[in-house]
């Protein structure tokens, strides 16, 4: 008895400091977004950064979101990145899905070679890959165009991977069905495979979003037009065009309307992010 009761104890010491700990870390991570928010709603935060960091502002107001929205070049930089962003997204699971499912259930030549050469994208750092890409879509004609930013995401490495690994759980028997059936192999993808792909579908779309809205270091070399700059881009400039000096209550603003759209995403699609991890086994990017 005694020694169910010491377990019981050990158990519940644990469990106390695991979530202790897990308690502190989660506030650690949301620290950051209540300071952004609390800066964005202080009235005089362009002139006096409230300092020591507090949750309620002093003076609450809205006078800087309005402030945002009062040149009209934020509105131009969210719409810039809802089409290179709904592009990039809509271009980016289309392949992801396709390829996914060739290297799932086809059976071609050189399948595994082509197979890594596509993972092996996902070692090689985007750094590298810059100038040479900055060269081929100036010579094509397509910097300070969308398509700049859409094209690129056709292929995506980590995209591919994932959605193999789901294909890879359902039963060849449903393709070798269809296919006595007489179906083609786009009529047996497009009837019998993608509707049973809502789950992945819906990952990789969030993942896919946070990639193409956060992007920041390509849209700055391949679109130098103002009238083209993403939100990421927007904000950077924001944030130092002022000569008199950081603008905090502004640029807080600002970085809490950029970040809305992600939150919505992933609040509408989280369901299906979970469900869609647990089978395919993958515990993260």
Known sequence: MTSYSNKWKKKKLSN?????????AGLLMVAPF???????????????????PRIIPEDLSSFNYMLAFESGEIITAYLNSFIT??????????????????????????????????????MIPFQTRLIPMHRMFYNFGLTNTYWAIIL??????????????????????????????????????????????????????????MACWNDFLWPLIALTKNSLQTIPVYMSSFATQDSNGYLAGLTMATATLSILPIVLVFLALQKYI????????IKGE
């Open 16 to 24: 106390m400091i695991i979530t202790a700990v897990l308690l502190v």
């Open 34 to 52: 209540i300071y952004m928010i609390s800066v964005s709603l202080e009235r005089t935060a362009n002139l006096i950064p409230p300092f020591p």
């Open 85 to 122: 962003t709904s592009g990039g997204v809509i271009l980016g699971v289309i392949t992801s899905l396709l390829g996914g499912y060739a290297f799932s259930k086809g059976n071609f030549k050189g399948k595994k070679v082509i197979f890594v050469i596509v993972l092996s994208t996902m």
């Open 152 to 209: 690129p995401r056709m292929l995506d490495g980590f995209g591919i991977l994932l959605c193999k690994q789901f294909f890879d759980q359902l039963p060849n028997s449903l393709r070798e069905a269809a296919q006595i059936d007489g179906g083609t192999e786009l009529n047996i993808f497009r009837r019998v495979f993608l509707p049973l792909t809502g789950p992945i579908t819906a990952t990789l779309v969030i993942l896919s979003f």
């Open 274 to 281: 979970i469900e869609s991890i647990a089978l395919s086994g």
